[in-house]
């Protein structure tokens, strides 16, 4: 496997955000968001075997583990990798940029779906099949860079997530967009879905790497 890092921290994102992870970014993008705080992970990576990575996990002694990217679904062994944590018994979340099917992770697995919005620069690429494979499990979540990106978020869990039942998270855009802005915005619109801070940006300001 491509691996780009393995490190531990507190969860920035997500329904489970503040709870201590092992993190397994893999390398390697398909898409070019223009807001990416994770660029240095598009390319190169170090080969590890998975039973090299595992063994890394396991070492760290946390229950819980993120799989994330980079772009995971890439790479054709990350299935197996979920499916190996989930038999140990770790929780695992799995962050997809939502371009790619995520039908090969079993379902005990927590997938964080990203649904692109036009201020990403990427906002043609979500696999619309995904739909079908969403259960109350996963969570689905919009980067928010502005009114517009809100408005096709909205629109987007209106029209195809009335069903939904698990998490719908809006992220405002570090730095482009301010939070208290978005929570307004959800708060006046009496949205469905909860707002979503990259808290770990907070907590390590300075840090780009292993956060």
């Known amino acids: 496997m491509k691996i780009s890092e393995i490190f531990s921290s507190i969860q920035g994102e997500s329904s489970l955000a503040g709870l201590p992870f092992t993190f397994v970014r893999l390398a390697g993008c398909n898409l070019r968001c223009r807001y990416c705080d994770t660029s240095y992970a598009w390319e190169g990576g170090v080969d590890l075997s998975l039973e090299t990575v595992l063994e890394e996990v396991r070492k760290r002694g946390i229950p819980r583990v993120c799989v994330t990217g980079g772009e995971p ?15 140990e018994g770790y929780l695992v979340t799995l962050e997809t940029n939502g371009s790619l099917p995520i039908s090969p992770i079993r379902g005990e697995c927590r997938r964080v779906v990203d649904v692109k919005t036009p201020g990403s620069g990427e906002g043609d690429s979500f696999l619309m099949e995904n739909l079908k494979d969403l259960t109350e499990r996963d969570e689905v979540k919009f980067v928010i860079t502005g009114r517009e ?7 987007f869990v209106e029209t195809h997530l009335s069903r939904f039942r698990g998490e719908i998270l809006y992220s405002p855009a570090h730095g482009i967009v301010e939070p208290r802005l978005l929570a307004q915005w959800l708060v006046e619109e009496k949205a ?7 808290i770990h940006k907070y907590i390590f300001p300075e840090e780009s790497r292993g956060v």
Not at 73 to 87: A, F, H, I, N, S
Not at 149 to 155: I, L, S, V
Not at 192 to 198: I, K, P, S, T, V
Request: glycine share 4%; no cysteine; net charge negative.
């Open 192 to 198: 469905r879905g909860r707002l979503n801070l990259q």
């Open 149 to 155: 990106d809100y408005e096709f978020a909205r629109e």
């Open 73 to 87: 679904l890439l790479q054709e062994e990350t299935p197996l990798l979920v499916d190996r944590l989930l038999d």
